[in-house]
Nanobody
């Protein structure tokens, strides 16, 4: 059994910062690519950032220069540092992790339940 849990969301003023965390736990042999997505009310889920186990990252244009993704492989944890937040960043933020366990033949996608980020004055 694998669990993926996000934390760190909340209410922040425009221009402020938040740091989101995502921890994968359970029957994990290896955590591969991990990433962050978000979904605003009435909109579809969008990709934000991802990072491989070797530290290769990828960002959506909407967050380049403002958000930074990092990971601690030994802890199966990924972070999203969000700076210069805008009201348009308001959404539920989801963590995605590609994980293999001892019985996996290939990585499987796991999703957290999301954490709410609200940017408002």
């Amino acid at each position: 059994q694998v669990q993926v849990v996000e934390s760190g969301g909340g209410l922040v003023q425009p221009g402020g910062s938040l740091r989101l965390s995502c921890a994968a736990s359970g029957s994990i042999a290896s955590t591969h690519r991990m990433g962050w997505y978000r979904q605003a009310p009435g909109k579809e889920r969008e990709f934000l950032a991802a990072i491989t186990s070797r530290g290769i990252n990828n960002y959506a244009d909407s967050v380049k220069g403002r958000f930074t993704i990092a990971r601690e492989n030994a802890q199966n944890t990924v972070y999203l540092q969000m700076n210069s937040l805008k009201p348009e960043d308001t959404a539920v933020y989801y963590c995605n992790a590609q994980i293999t366990n001892m019985f996996s033949v290939r990585p499987v996608d796991y999703w957290g339940r999301g954490t709410q980020v609200t940017v408002s004055s």
